[in-house]
């Protein structure tokens, strides 16, 4: 279990080291091993050992981070990432009791404070959604002036291309009928009516 640990941290050690760009040397005691165990190799780890130690206790210090230390920044700021949640949800409150009829008289400096900093915090989120609904509509204005109008077709319905109905022949027998004729004879009222009434 140990060799398999010891890789696995060596492996992460390389690639901190490389996303990092700092030197990292590992030494670790067993006590089943009487040689401890170095990392990148015993050499590198005695030579930065040695400069280490060849330094200054400020310089030693200067970027130490001890596990005490950074478990207490950790917790601070997630205290402060609470109390702001706790205040939002606050003002989130006071404005609804804004809303449904409270006196802004009533509230202190603080919470006026919080407020403004809220309705700021919403009209700007309202502006980006109107910015959004604007980009949306002029994009599907645009889509619809790109589709290509379809032109009629003569002889059937709109755009569809089908084959000339009895109608159509009928007035197209006609006309050739009539281009025929030395003296053009215009159809009486009944002829006109037999006429529609078999296109329909």
């Keep these: 279990l140990l060799p398999r640990k010891v890789a696995s941290m060596f492996k992460k050690a390389q690639e901190l080291s490389v996303l990092s760009d700092v030197e990292i040397g590992i030494t670790i005691f067993s006590p089943d091993e009487n040689v401890p165990i170095t990392w990148p190799s015993e050499t590198q780890a005695r030579q930065g050992l040695t400069r280490y130690l060849g330094r200054s206790e400020f310089q030693r210090s200067k970027k130490l981070v001890l596990h005490e230390n950074y478990l207490r920044e950790k917790l601070e700021a997630r205290v402060k990432e609470i109390r702001k949640m706790e205040e939002r949800m606050e003002m989130e409150f006071l404005f609804n009791q804004l809303v449904m009829g409270m006196s802004i008289y009533a509230l202190d400096a603080r919470q006026l404070k919080g407020l403004i900093e809220l309705a700021a915090l919403k009209k700007a989120k309202v502006e980006e959604r109107k910015k959004q609904l604007d980009e949306e509509k002029k994009k599907q204005l645009n ?30 027998t006609m ?16 002829t006109i009516f037999l006429l529609f009434c078999r296109c329909v």
């Design 175 to 190: 006309l050739e009928k009539r281009e025929t004729m030395n003296t053009p004879k215009i159809p009486n009222k009944h």
């Design 143 to 172: 889509e619809e002036d790109s589709q290509p109008v379809e032109p009629p077709v003569v002889g059937g319905e709109s755009g569809t291309g089908s084959a000339p109905t009895e109608c159509d022949n009928i007035i197209t």
